[in-house]
């Protein structure tokens, strides 16, 4: 209670999206992981960045570091105007980072390596079967060729295809994973009984029984890592997001499967 505490800036919106039960389970986890406070700071979707520098600053005034959403960029540059001293981090997903940016540290999804990841998990699930990656249409060549490296690699012998989420898609009959890096509405609720690996912050308790792994990398879900390394302003930084295992989403076999490939081929890695 003594060690300077960690704020992390978000929407109210974003955070019952998230689940409340679950934003305070992680809160607790993050707190004990990091053993300072971390407290959350809710601001009104549309509020100036005058009000969220603000809220921030009432939270606490000599924080350990302050997290800000993309979304609250420029609440973020006004609160570290008034607060050199203090480590701001800006959570931008795979927003690019503005030109010239030299105060604020940008934290960017590792999609390549959560790609791959997912690679390796829709090759167990998908069996023998196809496997289909409904993305946003911004996959690099980088993260297209992690994606197809983690099917190889868990010895995936099927089509592999990736396909941008707003198209239509017929040949469901032949499909073993689904994997929805982009808008995920339109095909979760088509209810196809398909295991499904999701990128969401979405509660998972209002997810279907057929979403099976969830990747987060929402600012709760990020902040020991990146605060357990030691950036300077202006850099950039590039985090991987944490896998969420549905327990009661997953079979037995699978999720042992699941749990050996986490030892077996990421966590030695």
């Not at 689940?19 to 100036?48: D, S």
Request: one cysteine or more; proline letters at 5%.
């Amino acid at each position: 209670m003594l060690r300077s505490p960690v704020l992390i800036v978000t929407d109210i919106s974003f955070s019952q999206i998230y689940g409340t039960t679950r934003l305070q389970l992680k809160l607790y986890e993050t707190t004990l992981k990091l053993f300072r406070r971390v407290i959350p700071v809710l601001v009104n979707e549309g509020a100036g960045p005058d009000l969220i520098a603000l809220a921030a600053e009432a939270a606490s005034k000599s924080p350990r570091a302050v997290f800000f959403s993309y979304r609250h960029l420029e609440g973020a540059r006004f609160y570290k105007e008034n607060n050199a001293e203090i480590t701001v981090f800006v959570m931008a997903g795979r927003n690019p980072k503005p030109k010239e940016e030299t105060e604020l540290i940008f934290v960017h999804t590792d999609t390549a390596q959560d790609l791959y990841k997912a690679g390796l998990f829709a090759a167990l699930l998908a069996v023998d079967n196809n496997v289909l990656l409904l993305n946003d249409n911004n996959l690099t060549v980088e993260q297209s060729r992690a994606f197809r490296e983690g099917l190889v690699v868990q010895g995936f012998l099927g089509i592999s295809n990736l396909i941008n989420a707003t198209e239509e898609y017929y040949n469901y009959s032949d499909l073993g994973c689904v994997v929805v890096q982009g808008p995920a509405v339109k095909f979760l609720e088509e209810n196809r009984q398909i295991p499904i690996i999701l990128f969401s912050w979405l509660d998972p308790a209002l997810l279907p029984q057929t979403v099976k792994l969830v990747f987060d990398d929402s600012p709760w879900a990020l902040a020991v890592k990146t605060l357990k390394s030691t950036p300077q302003p202006g850099e950039d930084m590039l985090i991987p997001s944490e896998l969420v295992i549905l327990l009661n989403k997953t079979e037995k076999k699978n999720f042992r499967n699941i749990n050996a490939i986490l030892k077996e081929k990421i966590e030695k890695s």
